[in-house]
């Protein structure tokens, strides 16, 4: 059984939006962590060595980091094909937009919140107006991250776009406006709005 380490509205929402889709069943564990207010603390059930969300378990493997989990599932789980299989077309695409999550666009938005200047050749990002221009012209002739098929990128990348923009990130242009309409219409990710929705107390 899948057990997904989450709480409510942070990054392991992603994950939450993906097995929907997958439709594998999983269990939550919510759990607390450190907020950026100084609140929270790290929970000791956690298994992430840093007691980040999202962490999750499968059996006996114990997954960490919202990129390495999305590869483990859509790898393993496939009866919902929500990405390109090792061998399969576009799967090298599929790989560096799954690593540019964590490495290029979320210390790029990040940095901007806190106005921190981008050093070129010493930062393994890019700058945030950068990134922006990238990813409105990858997505301005596309449905989807990966053309006409929804993935696992639509959801750490959208997902995180979408939420990007809403606490103004990033610039909501036509393009990001009408992805994000796209991916959050679909039935898996308002069934993960009402899920974290619910109390933290209540059953998960
Ligand atoms: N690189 C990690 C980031 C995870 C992360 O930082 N999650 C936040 C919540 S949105 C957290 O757990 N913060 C607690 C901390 O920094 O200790 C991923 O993509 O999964």
């Known amino acids: 059984m899948i057990t997904l380490y989450h709480s409510p509205m942070t990054r392991s929402a992603s994950i939450v939006w993906l097995l929907e889709e997958l439709g594998v069943p999983y ?3 919510i759990v607390d962590f450190r907020r950026a207010d100084g609140s929270g603390a790290r929970d000791p059930v956690n298994p992430h060595p840093h007691g980040k969300v999202p962490a999750l378990t499968d059996g006996d493997d114990v997954v960490f980091e919202s990129s390495a989990i999305a590869l483990y599932l859509t790898d393993k789980y496939r009866k919902q094909r929500m990405g390109p299989a090792a061998g399969e077309p576009k799967r090298g695409e599929y790989l560096s937009w799954l690593a540019y999550r964590p490495g290029v666009m979320e210390p790029a938005l ?6 921190i200047k ?4 010493a930062m393994g990002w890019a700058p945030a107006q950068e990134v922006e221009e990238v990813l409105n012209a990858h997505l301005s002739s596309r ?3 990966l053309g006409d098929e929804f993935s696992a990128l639509d959801i750490l990348l ?10 103004k990130l990033v610039a909501e ?5 009408a992805y994000t309409g796209r991916i959050t219409s679909r039935p898996a990710f308002q069934r993960m709005m009402q899920r974290d929705a619910k109390p933290a ?4």
């Open 158 to 167: 959208g997902g995180g776009l979408n939420f990007m923009m809403m606490a």
């Open 201 to 204: 107390s209540a059953p998960s």
């Open 27 to 29: 269990a939550t564990r």
């Open 173 to 177: 242009t036509p393009v990001l406006k």
């Open 110 to 115: 990040i940095c901007r919140r806190f106005d």
């Open 118 to 121: 981008h050093v070129y050749g």
């Open 143 to 145: 449905n989807y991250f």
